[in-house]
Every structure is written in C-alpha cells, then in structure tokens.
C-alpha cells in the first residue's frame, strides 16, 4: 500500500526557511507526480506544485519565486522548501501523490504537518 | 485565477435524506472538477473526480453532476459517517479549492 508520511519542524521563525520531507513506502517516487497542499487555519487549501517522476517540477505563479520541490531517488522521499516565510504561510502541509495528471486527483495523501510561522 | 465558491458553507440534515452540495466556478472549467471529503485531523479522501466519477472504494450514495460553471455533489441517503467537510476543486486552469462545506447531522 502507498503510504506517505510528511516530517520537519513544526516551528519557523518569519523570514527563515520551511523544511520539510515526505517520505513514501509502497510506491517509486519515479513513477508518478508527487505534491505539495497546504490548509490554511479558516480551511482554504492550495496547491503548493508537484515534482513528477523525471524530477521536472511545477509551481503556482503564487508561489514560484520561493518554493522548490526536490527528490532523492534513493531514499524514495521528496522535499518542499518554501524561503521567506511569513506568519501567513502558518498550515497543515500534505503531500500526495497526484494519481493521473489525466484528471488531477490527488490519491494518496499524508496524515499532515501543522507548520507554525512565528517569532 | 479561477475562483470556486462553495454552498452552503454549513449544512445540516437528517439520517437518511438526501443531500446536495454545490460547488460554482468563476468560469466555465469544462468539468475538470473533483471532489474531496476530509474528517476531523485526517487527511483529505478522493471521492468524485472529473464531475461524476467515483473513486474505487466510495459508497455509491455519493454522486456527482454538473457541466460549465456549476457542479454537485449529492448523497443520496445521509449515513452518521459521511459527517465531514466537502471540497471541491477546479484543474481546468492552474488548480484552485472551493472554501468547503461542513455537513452535520441534525
């Protein structure tokens, strides 16, 4: 079964970077899209970009001047770093597995990690 | 960007009745809607993709419709279970989420 599990801390100071992992069992991350979503307290979600199974990456024009999304084949994890973080980007991060670029469903997902952006 | 907003934010009904959900796009999004149902601390659970197409392993009480700007998401017979917030979200351009629909039971 694929599973996917986020870690990192769950504290940033503002200006500083977020850092987290998401480690996947069950699957190859060089097969597939593997993705960032965040949740907002107030629920509103967003898509944070996706890196697919040849490490080609895809970001929201929202967010591409800070976000990078990388991968290390070997360990079957990949990786969200978000730069200049600020009190606003305080969410649950997931991230998942888009199923088929076909009808962009997002089928497996991680339980979450509430990030919290303060001084 | 496309905006999608959901309706109502908060709904309440009975065990048994039939219950709708909807889900309007700024513009239309040729049906490139999905449809997600997330419980409390738990991450969010695929049910419809692609306006009326059920996810491998959803209850059949629950269906999708809808075409241009306006799409729904009906469960034909409330289970105490199917308590949870409702999203949907747009792919036709960039992808956006609907703010959510918290279901109750009466």
């Known amino acids: 079964e694929v599973q996917l599990q986020e870690s990192g801390p769950g504290l940033v100071k503002p200006s500083q970077s977020l850092s987290l992992t998401c480690s996947v069992t069950g699957y190859s991350i060089t097969s597939n899209y593997w993705g960032w979503i965040r949740k907002f307290p107030g629920n509103k979600m967003e898509w944070m970009g996706y890196?697919?199974?040849?490490?080609?990456?895809s970001y929201p024009p929202s967010l591409k001047s800070r976000i990078s999304i990388t991968r290390d084949t070997s360990k079957n994890q990949f990786f969200l770093q978000l730069n200049s973080v600020t009190t606003e980007d305080t969410a649950t991060y997931y991230c998942?597995?888009?199923?088929?670029?076909?009808?962009?469903?997002?089928?497996?997902w991680g339980p979450g990690i509430m990030v919290t952006v303060s001084s | 960007d496309i905006q999608m907003t959901q309706s109502p934010s908060l709904l309440s009904a009975s065990v048994g009745d039939r219950v709708t959900l909807n889900c309007k796009a700024s513009?239309?999004?040729?049906?490139?809607l999905n449809w997600y149902q997330q419980n409390l601390g738990e991450a969010p659970k695929l049910l419809i993709y692609y306006t009326n197409n059920l996810q491998t392993g959803i209850p059949s009480r629950f269906s999708g419709s809808g075409s241009g700007t306006d799409y729904t998401l009906t469960i034909s017979s409330l289970q105490p279970e199917d308590v949870a917030t409702y999203y949907c979200?747009?792919?036709?351009?960039?992808?956006?989420f609907g703010s959510g629909t918290k279901l109750e039971i009466k």
């Open positions: 998942t597995r888009l199923g088929t670029v076909s009808y962009w469903y997002f089928d497996f």
């Open positions: 890196i697919s199974y040849s490490g080609s990456t």
């Open positions: 513009q239309n999004i040729n049906k490139n």
């Open positions: 979200y747009q792919y036709n351009s960039g992808l956006t």
